[in-house]
C-alpha cells in the first residue's frame, strides 16, 4: 500500500522492435529491464549487436530526451555506420572506442563515470569477451592468466550495480558462447567471463537456433 515502495519494486523496460521477444521478457510492455544488467549471448552473426542498436534507434524516435552510451571493443563498428545504417541520433549517442592501451580496468572506470552522471537510459558493451585486463596484455603468452577476466568482470558488478540500479539505466552485455570442454552435457557452449556476470544478470537472451 506504501507508493514510493510500490514504485521501488516496479521494473520499467526499455521496448524492443520485436513485440514477440518483449512478450517473451515480461508481456506487452517488455523489453530489456531498467535498473539492471542483461546478456545478450549468441554464436557470430547471430544478431546480438543488432537487435541492440535498432533498440536505441527506436527509443530514440519515440522519446526525444533518450541517451544512449556504446563502448566499443570489437572494433567492429564506428559511430558514423551505427548511426548512418540504424538512425541513431548521434547527438544522443555516447559512443567510446576502447582502447587496448588503457586496459580494460581503467576504460570501465572511464564508462562507471558516464554513467554516474545519471543521463544515460540505456548502455551497452560490445562485447565483454573483448575487454582484455592490462595485466594480461602485459605478461609473455607463455604465462598463465588464470581467471583474470572473471575477477575483472566480478569488480565491474560491485561497482555497476548500484549506479545502474540508481539511474535506472539498462545495462546491456554482449557475450560471445564459448565452448566448455570439459562439459558432458548435451549443450557445450556456455557464457564466458565467470559466474558473478550470469548472478549479476536479470535477462539473458541467447541468440542462437
Known amino acids: 500500500d506504501n507508493p514510493e515502495i510500490e514504485q521501488k519494486l516496479t521494473i520499467r523496460y526499455i521496448p524492443t522492435p520485436s513485440k514477440a521477444l518483449n512478450l517473451a521478457i515480461a508481456g506487452p510492455q517488455g523489453g530489456f529491464p531498467r535498473g539492471r544488467c542483461s546478456l545478450i549471448a549468441g554464436l557470430p552473426d547471430s544478431g546480438k549487436t543488432s537487435i541492440l542498436l535498432e533498440t ?3 527509443n530514440m524516435k519515440k522519446d526525444p530526451s533518450f541517451i544512449a552510451f556504446w563502448l566499443e571493443s570489437e572494433g567492429s563498428l ?3 555506420y551505427i548511426c548512418g545504417v540504424f538512425g541513431v541520433d548521434p547527438e544522443r549517442f555516447i559512443f567510446m572506442e576502447y582502447d587496448p592501451v588503457l586496459g580494460a580496468e581503467d576504460v570501465l572506470d572511464m564508462v562507471r563515470s558516464v554513467l554516474s552522471t545519471g543521463v544515460v537510459d540505456m548502455a551497452c558493451i560490445n562485447s565483454l569477451k573483448c575487454l ?4 594480461e596484455q602485459e ?4 604465462d598463465a592468466t588464470v581467471a583474470l ?22 545495462f546491456c552485455l554482449v557475450c560471445h558462447l564459448t565452448t566448455d570442454i570439459g562439459s558432458m552435457s548435451r549443450d557445450p557452449l556456455i557464457v564466458a567471463g565467470g559466474h558473478s556476470i550470469k548472478y549479476w544478470s536479470s535477462l539473458t537472451i541467447d541468440m542462437r537456433k
Open 149 to 170: 577476466q572473471a575477477r575483472l568482470n566480478s569488480r565491474m558488478t560491485n561497482k555497476f550495480t548500484a549506479i545502474v540500479k540508481e539511474y535506472d539505466t539498462a
Open 56 to 58: 536505441i534507434s527506436l
Open 132 to 135: 582484455v585486463p592490462k595485466k
Open 139 to 142: 605478461i609473455a603468452l607463455k
Open 78 to 80: 564506428t559511430k558514423d
